[in-house]
């Protein structure tokens, strides 16, 4: 689960698919600068199919109500279709139903369970204090960055990060000297944002489990691209968009194991969570929904068990193989490019469908908007992993990123729109 092993057998998704894909999706169908779009940003965010449209619209029209509290009957399917996103969510990742805690997205969640953790009484076994250590990496996203730096800054914990080398892997030669008997947890990106590798979870989970130390995977880039199983990948907390897997915006996911999420005290209080309330005190529900204050996005939800239904009826070890491929094909096509770097492109870690790469002498921005005014959608800046990209010797670069939409054309054309952006900004350079 850690590479592409369980893709190595399943048939790849034929050009005739994608094409019946692409018509489930209105957005692919427009024209941009009077070109087809070509979209090449779905590690930021995914285009949404019909289906998932439809499922959320149907409940607002039909179902919508607030769940959990009423006695009436459009309650009572809101909260069944609610509570059943909930095990549709679970049964994808390989976990119980109440191990799976809503939030507005991935950010939300890793910080939920930095405050938590933060928040515990001292003397707590699941307490940071001074002394402890919390480990992450150096090619994190900031998301997976920062709630653990505040969380050190807190608690008088030490943050200390494993380092990647020239080519973006993380050099793991030095793992036993940085993740000790002071590590509490380690929180790392399960695909990196930046390079599109897969990180090699297993080895850090095992030397986690050696020294005791909680592992917290982000799976924002990996949820909507390879099979997904928290629990053969033994880690205790794992987190992801739903907007980046065909999704609305709004609705994230946290995973945490059981007894964690048990032992653990609320982040944001108020209604919805509690037992008992006082004017002098208050008793919260147990995990999910002690994490869960106020009004939840219930149609968000919906709209994520509709869309893990559909990545479900194709087979997510059959997109991981598009994406493996068309992967492969952006770093070849692009590095053999003149002026051409792909960040990572050297590693000899298993990908996704995505890579990251600069124009000698262009800055990001200015090649974002020339594949712009020819329909090509790609992402631009340091994309929240700015330490990556000061370690890699830049400030900047463009993103493109595909996902079980998009075709072999798509990244011709945008092979062809670089050479022409190389040519044109080294004649008026």
Same mark, same amino acid.
């Given at each position: 689960m850690g590479g592409m092993s369980t893709v190595a057998t399943v048939q790849p998704l034929t050009d005739d698919e994608v094409a019946a894909f692409r018509r489930d999706f209105p957005a692919l169908a427009q024209s941009v600068n009077g070109h087809p779009l070509a979209y090449l940003d779905s590690a930021a965010t995914s285009e949404k199919p019909v289906q998932v449209l439809d499922a959320e619209r149907t409940y607002l029209e039909h179902q919508n109500a607030a769940v959990h509290r009423g006695a009436h009957t459009l309650a009572a399917e809101a909260t069944e279709l609610f509570?059943?996103?909930?095990?549709?969510?679970?049964?994808?990742?390989g976990a119980l139903d109440d191990e799976v805690v809503w939030t507005s997205n991935a950010t939300a969640a890793a910080n939920l369970v930095a405050y938590s953790l933060g928040n515990l009484p001292a003397g707590s076994p699941l307490a940071f204090g001074s002394g402890d250590e919390i480990?992450?990496?150096?090619?994190?996203?900031?998301?997976?960055l920062i709630p653990w730096q505040q969380l050190?800054?807190?608690?008088? #914990?030490? =943050?200390?990060?494993?380092?990647?080398?020239?080519?973006?892997?993380?050099?793991?030669d030095d793992l036993d000297s940085i993740v000790t008997e002071r590590t509490r947890l380690i929180a790392v990106a399960h695909v990196s944002n930046?390079?599109?590798?897969?990180?090699?979870?297993a080895e850090l989970v095992r030397r986690g489990r050696q020294v005791g130390a909680l592992v917290?995977?982000?799976?924002?880039?990996?949820?909507?691209?390879?099979?997904l199983d928290v629990k053969a990948l033994d880690v205790d907390f794992a987190f992801f968009s739903g907007h980046k897997m065909l999704a609305?915006?709004?609705?994230?996911?946290?995973?945490?194991?059981? #007894?964690? =999420?048990d032992a653990m005290p609320p982040f944001l209080t108020g209604g919805s969570m509690i037992t008992t309330v006082t004017m002098e005190s208050a008793e919260f529900l147990p995990a999910?929904?002690?994490?869960e204050a106020g009004t939840q996005p219930v149609s968000q939800a919906i709209a994520l068990a509709a869309a893990i239904d559909y990545l479900d009826a194709i087979g997510m070890p059959r997109i991981a193989l598009h994406e493996a491929e068309l992967g492969a094909a952006l770093v070849a096509g692009l590095g053999a490019i003149p002026g051409i770097r792909v960040l990572g492109a050297d590693s000899s870690a298993p990908r996704v469908g995505l890579a990251a790469f600069t124009l000698d002498g262009v800055h990001a921005h200015d090649l974002g908007q020339f594949l712009d005014d020819r329909g090509i959608a790609v992402r631009v800046g340091?994309?929240?992993?700015?330490?990556l990209h000061r370690r890699l010797g830049t400030t900047a670069s463009t993103r493109a990123s595909t996902y079980l939409y998009t075709t072999r054309d798509e990244i011709d054309r945008l092979f062809e729109a670089v050479e022409g952006a190389a040519a044109f900004f080294g004649a008026h350079t």
């Open positions: 509570e059943h996103a909930r095990s549709r969510v679970a049964r994808f990742i480990v992450v990496t150096e090619l994190e996203h900031h998301a997976n050190a800054a807190r608690t008088g #914990a030490t =943050l200390r990060y494993i380092p990647i080398d020239d080519q973006g892997e993380l050099r793991l930046v390079l599109g590798a897969v990180t090699p979870i917290a995977l982000d799976a924002c880039q990996s949820a909507p691209h390879l099979p609305p915006t709004g609705i994230g996911v946290l995973y945490g194991r059981r #007894a964690l =999420l999910p929904q002690r994490f340091h994309h929240c992993a700015q330490p």
